[in-house]
């Protein structure tokens, strides 16, 4: 793990830098002081010049960073350079709902196809995307090109697929199921677990503990 | 922030701890050695023991602890030992998704109304949920105890209605827009954002970190 000698600390936070270091562009904005960003961030100047400095672009005192550049160091870093193809499988309410994120595919996550089980939704489309029936599955794979795949089934049937998907060659999982799929897979297969109810949880912990202290 | 004297770190991890116990649980699983959650959920057997340890129900060496009392116990420190009711606001794919997710309302989180701007979708129900207008959001606010807000609106539109709704008396949201509410909401509104781009750049990041090292 070299990582350029980033700290996978700073690499966490990336994302974050590279969404604000964009809505700076958009807002046409070519030179910011940590000491703005730290204002729109809410994070401190100096932990902004810690984790920037990791990546050049910054000038003389009060000169400020170069935003634009920045942000395409930041997209190099997270392989926002270059497209990714995708397929979602588990073409439901949240499977579209990815199918129809514009952002996702202007930050070069280009979905090509949904899978589902329903025979119902074989032949349709979303966004012009076809859904495909999930015994297609490893036909498709080795006849395309596929770096990632957005897993979008319940429980139930998302550890099978999963092993399916990976002796098929995938070695990228976007998981939604509520299981941590990163436990039974094989080592070299990354998986970004989404655990929504997770997240729920603590936004009802912090609930819970604001109402006791009432 | 009293927390009964239980870490922020401890928190974060404790709806994992809550999903792995309701699982053993599932299985009629009665006691659980920390050795045994350490396999299941790949965490230390120590770091294990150091965290429940908080909350008791730990017996004699070599009894284990006793599931069905840790379940609880950490069910209760989230909240979960009550309902909460909750409005999504935003009725598009991911709110609809949201609404179907049955394991949400299991752990007592109740969607009572979906809200959207879109006419078409004005009386539309979703699992017995109706849909109403924004505009009605002010009103039902006032005559309905509402204490989680879901926001999957665009983020063009997010923090116009969360402004509304914090001047409605809501304390909560559970926010997917892509922008960080938290920082243009007063400190006493709880926000929990969810931003799944973010967790598809971490993916990206660690495939072409892997790519790099082939």
Redesign the interface.
């Known amino acids: 793990?070299?990582?350029k000698g980033i700290s996978r600390a700073v690499?966490?936070r990336?994302?974050?830098y590279?969404?604000y270091l964009g809505e700076l562009l958009e807002d046409h904005v070519e030179r910011i002081s940590s000491g703005e960003l730290s204002e729109?961030?809410?994070v401190t100047a100096s932990q902004i010049r810690q984790d920037l400095n990791n990546f050049g672009g910054f000038g003389q005192q009060g000169y400020g960073y170069n935003v634009a550049y920045l942000h395409d160091e930041i997209g190099k870093?997270?392989?926002?350079n270059r497209n990714?193809n995708m397929i979602i499988v588990g073409a439901?309410?949240?499977g579209?709902?990815?199918a129809?994120?514009g952002?996702?595919a202007r930050?070069g996550?280009k979905t090509v196809a949904l899978f589902d089980v329903k025979p119902e939704l074989a032949g349709k489309t979303v966004q012009n995307i076809e859904v495909h029936m999930i015994d297609e599955l490893p036909e498709y794979l080795h006849t395309h090109h596929v770096?990632?795949v957005a897993l979008t089934l319940p429980k139930s049937e998302a550890v099978a697929v999963a092993d399916v998907l990976v002796a098929n060659g995938v070695?990228?999982i976007?998981n939604f199921a509520?299981t941590?799929l990163n436990?039974t897979l094989p080592h070299?297969v990354?998986v970004?677990n989404?655990?929504?109810?997770?997240?729920?949880?603590?936004?009802?912990?912090?609930?819970?503990?604001?109402e006791?202290?009432k």
Chains 1, 2 share one sequence.
Do not use: C
């Open positions: 793990m070299e990582d690499i966490k990336l994302p974050r590279y969404r729109r961030m809410k870093i997270l392989g926002l990714h439901g309410h949240l579209q709902a990815l129809n994120y952002s996702f930050s996550f770096e990632i070695r990228a976007w509520h941590d436990l070299n990354i970004e989404v655990h929504l109810s997770e997240s729920l949880m603590r936004l009802s912990y912090n609930l819970t503990r604001q006791e202290q």
